[in-house]
């Protein structure tokens, strides 16, 4: 319902209710903790909330946004901060606050809401409900005083205040009406998982090529005008496109190499210390939108070690890509990295876009530069190579405190050893800055996503020491989120998954805080990041009870979210929530900053089909992929992850294992399959050297139970004189083994031809 804003009105009464004050105080998350001392009284979202709204006759007023989000601290410190705001909203209004991080069934609900209504969406987003949960009337950022098409905060609130005494009746209808529509999309798009799947068509793959080609900006790489964001899940796909010849994969090839090869050398990637900020206000990544965050950077990071894999040096060199994703992992965890950077105990959410100076917060302000500072770090001679060389010119691209540091362009010889020379003065210079604040918080499905990549990190880029952070990031999530289920028959302990499940049956927490897993249970994509995550650290280390939690994680999923053969991203963790999506379990399918839950689902059951042969998994997954023929040819750009999966589907994927006693040939064999780029490929291997270490430093009691072989190796045997050997298979059919890093490098390059 579009409210137009009336003249300002006045004030109101405002009512001394029982328990309103702002509630946030003990709030875990980072982004509600930034808003307890706002005199607006806050609450979190909950039961509570809309039982205190009714109680009262009035709307909720909603706001969602994230610890790290520029212009949630701009309109906190303009509306929310502002006394005669707050009070205004306090009388008319119940105010809730949701971390859209914690929250992103309500996020994901309420966004549809708010595009819906307004035709926009973003963050901070700003929501009226009615005590049900219905959405009425919905924006994103609201300013302090009117602007040309954007009425001011007070605005908004008067027009809402008035529409819901004066017009109620309407307003009511209107967010019955908006529901049932929601509820009407979201059966239109349903996905049912108890059919016969299609065969994807190798042709709609070549198609969306064509139509990214389209929409591509050739120069300045990626996709699209301004704001431009990392175009990851799409670079998933058009990598393992191009790594199957087509007549569309040398154009997948560049379109991804370009954007990989401009984000490299733009503002977007922080040169000093490798991370990848979440977006540009540029459409050449010049000045960038400063957050960092986790599940960018983890999935960049497996981006550009999946264009080493293809090892070919075309639009941007395999050296230069294997230098980027050796920084971003190490900005990962030296910067994201809970209590030990090398061991960590999982990894925070993002760094902060703004940094406060003296009280006040600044955009960027940490990683901007002048000519002057330049100067005064590095003496005049350098300070001017180096401000001609990075674009910092004497007016700041962002404000007045400077412009980031970029080239924009690959470096020369000359001006490489330059910038190798003075980075570790400009990085000291740097630190004695303040810093950006880190939102602490773990979520699952982000460190799920982290687990790939550094994983696969370690293997391709040859350091171990990443596998073992990937290794430490799964140890912390079996430990703290992997939780005994609540039992409905056992006494309420007061644990944040009360009461011991009888049936061994476990849960996912979607987030902790300080070592302490609490909230609701996490979503499909948490289910499915993690699940990837554990299934790419089997293949890589070999150890099998990996590959156990990544099966259980599968069949809790399947339970969880798939209710009467229909998939649904969350399982009703809110009423309000479920009221404002029509009383219908919602299934996003569109990729976001994220691959997509449904997505992400469909990749993971099929490589699990791959290791365990389980033709109901496999068809689970084409399910999902039949949601890809109307999207890929009308919107690839939000479907990168299922056309990545489909990809995998269409190679096989190509089932690889490594047989025969662990050692310096068995190693050869393992790595030669973990460079591969043929998409999707499974490996397994027995043994594995983890298990190999394990038993040789004793740390497997003699009666200790060992883990059930992964089927995928169950009767591949070593060669007749015992030396190991490798089976290619593709649903469990398998060629004759292989002995050789040679033969073994040349089938697979055979079986990419088809």
């Given amino acids: 319902m579009a409210i137009p804003a009336p003249e300002p009105a006045d004030q109101g009464t405002t009512r001394n209710w029982p328990g309103a004050s702002n ?18 009284h806050w609450r979190p979202f909950g039961d509570e909330a809309f039982a205190f709204a009714a109680a009262r006759d009035v709307p909720v007023f909603l706001s969602i946004g994230y610890a790290a989000c520029h212009w949630c601290h701009v309109m906190a410190h303009e509306s929310f901060e502002d006394q005669d705001a707050a009070d205004y909203l306090n009388a008319n209004f119940v105010a809730v606050k949701v971390d859209r991080e914690e929250r992103p069934d309500v996020d994901s609900a309420y966004m549809a809401a708010t595009q819906a209504i307004s035709g926009e969406g973003g963050w901070p987003m700003s929501v009226f409900l009615t005590p049900e949960g219905l959405a009425f009337h919905a924006g994103t950022y609201f300013p302090p005083v009117p602007q040309p098409g954007r009425p001011s905060f007070r605005q908004v609130l008067e027009a809402v205040h008035e529409a819901w005494l004066e017009r109620r009746d309407a307003v009511e209808q209107n967010a019955r009406r908006l529901a049932v529509g929601m509820a009407d999309a979201q059966l239109a798009a349903a996905v049912f998982l108890d059919g016969s799947p299609g065969i994807v068509d190798k042709g709609l793959l070549s198609e969306a090529v064509r139509l990214l080609a389209r929409s591509e900006d050739h120069d300045g790489g990626g996709f699209g005008g301004a704001p431009k964001f990392p175009p990851s899940a799409v670079l998933e796909f058009l990598i393992r496109h191009a790594a199957m010849p087509s007549d569309t994969s040398d154009a997948a090839r560049d379109m991804a190499g370009r954007a990989l090869a401009a984000m490299a050398r733009s503002a977007l990637r922080d040169q000093l210390d490798g991370g990848f900020a979440r977006y540009s206000v540029s459409a050449d990544w010049s000045v960038p939108h400063f957050e960092k965050m986790l599940y960018d950077n983890a999935q960049l990071l497996r981006a550009y070690v999946h264009w080493v894999r293809l090892r070919g040096d075309w639009v941007l060199p395999v050296a230069e890509a294997a230098d980027v994703a050796s920084r971003v992992a190490d900005w990962m965890l030296g910067s994201l990295g809970v209590a030990n950077p090398a061991t960590p105990d999982g990894l925070a959410s993002s760094l902060d876009a703004d940094t406060v100076v003296d009280g006040v917060h600044h955009e960027g302000a940490t990683y901007l530069w002048t000519p002057a500072s330049l100067a005064a770090a590095l003496g005049p001679e350098d300070g001017a190579a180096v401000a001609g060389l990075m674009n910092v010119g004497p007016s700041g691209t962002v404000s007045e405190l400077g412009s980031p540091l970029h080239p924009g362009r690959k470096l020369s010889g000359a001006e490489s050893r330059l910038w190798n020379r003075v980075g570790p003065v400009l990085r000291a210079a740097r630190s004695a800055r303040p810093q950006p604040a880190r939102d602490d918080k773990v979520v699952a499905g982000w460190n799920g996503l982290a687990i790939a990549a550094l994983a696969e990190a370690g293997a391709v880029l040859d350091r171990s020491e990443l596998i073992d952070a990937a290794g430490s990031v799964a140890e912390y999530l079996v430990r703290v989120h992997w939780r005994a289920a609540p039992d409905p028959g056992a006494p309420d302990s007061g644990a944040t998954v009360p009461g011991a499940s009888r049936s061994g049956a476990h849960v996912l927490i979607r987030v902790s805080h300080d070592g302490v897993a609490r909230g609701i249970t996490g979503l499909l994509e948490d289910y499915a990041f993690c699940a990837e995550g554990f299934l790419a650290l089997y293949a890589v280390t070999g150890h099998r009870r990996w590959y156990r939690f990544a099966e259980e994680l599968i069949s809790g999923a399947c339970t969880r979210f798939v209710v009467d053969g229909r998939l649904s991203d969350s399982v009703g963790e809110s009423a309000q929530v479920f009221n404002a999506q029509g009383q219908h379990a919602g299934l996003d399918p569109f990729d976001n900053a994220a691959p997509s839950g449904a997505a992400a689902f469909a990749g993971a059951l099929l490589s699990y089909a791959a290791y365990s042969g389980s033709h109901v998994h496999r068809t689970m997954a084409g399910n999902i992929l039949s949601l890809l023929p109307p999207i890929a040819v009308r919107a690839p750009r939000v479907a990168g992850w299922l056309l990545a999966t489909a990809q995998a589907a269409v190679a096989g994927p190509v089932e690889a294992a490594v047989s025969g006693p662990a050692g310096p ?6 790595r030669a399959l973990l460079a591969s780029s043929n998409p999707g490929i499974v490996v397994a291997v027995q043994g594995g050297e983890a298990a190999e270490q394990a038993a040789d430093d004793g740390a497997l009691p003699s009666n200790a139970v060992e883990e059930p072989e992964v089927p995928l190796l169950e009767a591949r045997t070593a ?14 059919v398998c060629d004759l083994p292989l002995g050789s890093v040679e033969e073994l490098v040349q089938r697979l390059a055979a079986m990419a031809e088809g």
Avoid: F, I, T, W
């Fill in 665 to 670: 040939q068995q190693r050869e064999l393992h």
């Fill in 719 to 732: 060669a007749a004189d015992g030396s190991p050997q490798v089976y290619l298979c593709r649903e469990m």
């Fill in 23 to 40: 509630a946030l105080g003990s709030e875990p998350s980072a982004y509600l903790r930034q808003h307890a001392r706002n005199p607006v």
